[in-house]
């Protein structure tokens, strides 16, 4: 939650800055500024974008871990040759 809550506060704060500076440009004719500014902003979408991405990429990351803990657990209980039988029965 704090790290959702810190990635949104740093992408709000980067679009402001990048608006602040792309208006300061044009209003005091320094078209230099205006393509910086308009950088930030766009950057402040690439920020949540990529939190997006990574956000999915852990989870398949995660299952892809559980999985493979469960067959891990499944192979060694066929190797200790503690599986059941169909009847119940070792």
């Known amino acids: 939650m ?3 809550t810190l990635t949104f506060v740093a992408a709000a704060v ?5 608006a602040a500076l792309a208006a300061l440009g044009y209003m005091t004719g320094r078209p230099v500024l205006i ?5 930030f902003f766009v950057s402040s979408g690439l920020i949540l974008f990529y939190r997006r991405w990574y956000r999915r990429r852990l989870d398949e990351i995660l299952a892809a871990r559980r999985g493979l803990s469960e067959e891990a657990r499944a192979m060694l209980e066929s190797v200790s040759g503690k599986t059941k039988s169909v009847s119940g029965k070792k």
Do not use: E, K, S, Y
Not at 14 to 18: E, I, K, M, N, T
Not at 35 to 39: C, D, H, K, Q, S
């Open 35 to 39: 393509p910086v500014g308009l950088v």
């Open 2 to 4: 704090v790290g959702r």
């Open 14 to 18: 980067l679009a402001f800055d990048g």
